[in-house]
């Protein structure tokens, strides 16, 4: 049973580009959330998918977008890359049908870099 | 959403019980409390979660009052392995839920002395 799975690890990007970055979920599955998270910080809440929808948004300018494929699957857009966008990008994914206890899956991240 | 209070870092020696205090002030009914650990370069890991009175699992336990403004994390008999850095979050996960953002503070970071 595969476990949330991100790609790519690793990622140099210049100042201004744009980048994608993917998550699968864990099977059965149907929710995925991205996090952002700096060097030495907690992760920050970026946005939450579910049904193809954008459901909850954190404090994150409109560069930040996302999208869910029919297959649960989830990427993550960012454009006019900034020095301030380097850090470790987290994919989380959960049921949103199992009520109150639903706890999060994270995948081990996509390390952005800008320079 | 019900922001939490834990010490930024504790030190513990191999084999002791380490107890971690998370304050949650203005939990909401609604609201689960979840703990996760995290190594680093890696995302964080579920470690136990609970509504109120006393969770145990196969790694840990939680201990809630019945005010519900804390808890506490337990982790018996720590190994080196235990070094990591911990998490308290309080939230509403429910479907339907005014909001499903789990805020992380910056968590506690636990160093396990040999």
């Known amino acids: 049973d595969a476990g949330v799975t991100q790609s790519p690890t690793h990622l140099i990007k210049t100042r201004g580009q744009q980048v994608t970055l993917r998550c699968s979920p864990k099977?059965?599955?149907?929710?995925v959330s991205w996090y952002q998270q700096a060097l030495g910080q907690g992760p920050q809440f970026i946005f939450q998918?579910?049904?193809?929808?954008?459901?909850q948004r954190g404090n994150f300018p409109d560069r930040f977008s996302g999208h869910q494929f029919p297959n649960y699957s989830s990427e993550l857009n960012v454009n006019a890359l900034l020095l301030g966008d380097s850090a470790l990008y987290l994919c989380?994914?959960?049921?949103?049908?199992?009520?109150?206890?639903?706890?999060?899956?994270f995948g081990n991240g996509t390390r952005l870099t800008v320079t | 959403l019900a922001k939490t209070t834990q010490p930024i870092s504790m030190d513990s020696y191999e084999g002791q019980e380490v107890n971690i205090t998370c304050s949650h002030n203005?939990?909401?009914?609604?609201?689960?409390i979840t703990w996760y650990q995290q190594f680093p370069s890696q995302g964080p890991r579920f470690i136990i979660q609970?509504?109120?009175t006393k969770v145990t699992n196969e790694v840990a336990s939680l201990f809630i009052p019945a005010d519900r403004k804390s808890s506490t994390l337990s982790l018996p008999r720590v190994s080196l392995s235990d070094t990591a850095v911990y998490y308290c979050?309080?939230?509403?996960?429910?479907?339907?839920?005014?909001?499903?953002?789990?805020?992380f503070g910056k968590g506690t970071k636990l160093s396990v002395i040999p």
């Open positions: 998918y579910y049904e193809e929808e954008e459901r």
């Open positions: 203005n939990i909401a009914t609604n609201d689960y």
């Open positions: 099977s059965g599955h149907d929710t």
């Open positions: 979050l309080v939230g509403d996960h429910g479907p339907g839920a005014g909001s499903y953002q789990l805020t």
């Open positions: 609970g509504y109120k």
């Open positions: 989380a994914s959960s049921r949103f049908a199992q009520g109150n206890y639903s706890p999060l899956h």
